[in-house]
Antibody
Framework: EVQLVESGGGLVKPGGSLRLSCAGS????????MSWVRQAPGKGLEWFGR??????????DYAAPVKGRFTISRDDSKNTVYLQMNSLKTEDTGTYYC????????????WGQGTVVTVAS | QSVVTQPPSASGTPGQRVTISCSGS????????VYWHQQLPGTAPKLLMY???QRPSGVPDRFSASKSGTSASLVISGLRSEDEADYYC???????????FGGGTKVTVL
């Protein structure tokens, strides 16, 4: 069964750091581009970054709100992608999802269950 | 403020037809495929439509979608109680070099 499982969420103070993990199973993890999407409480979905597969260069794209503060990385030996979040702000509070396209149609058809990050003092 | 605009809400009675609009620009919907996601309360999003009007396996055919110019729409024909959810359109944005989601439309079954 294809599965993504996020972990690492929790409560952190403004200015603090947190690292999220997204572990994949049931597919060839090294071949996929992994994206991160977040959702503030009661708000919509926001894509904020992706990491390409190593065969496609392994390069990373970030959306403006997180550029310079968040870092996406991957360890294909562990079938895991990481999200290092630094200089956290209260507006970073939300549910964080990892997702990828298994269809080949650039569609986010596989999603994790999400992990909750709360940035508050 | 999302660069792709959706109405915040839509509603209908069981069996009715509901249409959700999605308005973007030449840099996103106008030049790239549109995708739709359904998010049931308390769950992760689920892909509902891809490449403007294609349904993944398992999605009921009462869901359909279309795109014209810089706008797109999702139609739910024969609304059912289990369709009560948030619906998001999405597309790649060439100017932002990123995926953009619409603000979401909450569908209520009356």
């Amino acid at each position: 069964e294809v599965q993504l499982v996020e972990s690492g969420g929790g409560l952190v103070k403004p200015g603090g750091s947190l690292r999220l993990s997204c572990a994949g199973s049931g597919f060839t993890f090294s071949n996929v581009w992994m994206s991160w999407v977040r959702q503030a409480p009661g708000k919509g979905l926001e894509w904020f970054g992706r990491i390409r597969s190593k065969v496609d260069g392994g390069t990373i794209d970030y959306a403006a709100p997180v550029k310079g503060r968040f870092t996406i990385s991957r360890d294909d030996s562990k079938n895991t992608v990481y999200l290092q979040m630094n200089s956290l702000k209260t507006e970073d509070t939300g549910t964080y999802y990892c997702t990828y396209d298994s269809s080949g149609y650039n569609a986010f058809d596989i999603w994790g269950q999400g992990t909750v990050v709360t940035v508050a003092s | 403020q999302s660069v792709v605009t959706q109405p915040p809400s839509a509603s209908g009675t069981p069996g009715q037809r509901v249409t959700i609009s999605c308005s973007g620009s030449s840099s996103n919907i106008g030049s790239n495929y549109v995708y739709w996601h359904q998010q049931l309360p308390g769950t992760a999003p689920k892909l509902l439509m891809y490449r403007n009007n294609q349904r993944p396996s398992g999605v009921p055919d009462r869901f359909s979608a279309s795109k014209s110019g810089t706008s797109a729409s999702l139609v739910i024909s024969g609304l059912r109680s289990e369709d009560e959810a948030d619906y998001y359109c999405a597309a790649w944005d060439d100017s932002l070099s990123g995926h953009v989601f619409g603000g979401g439309t909450k569908v209520t079954v009356l």
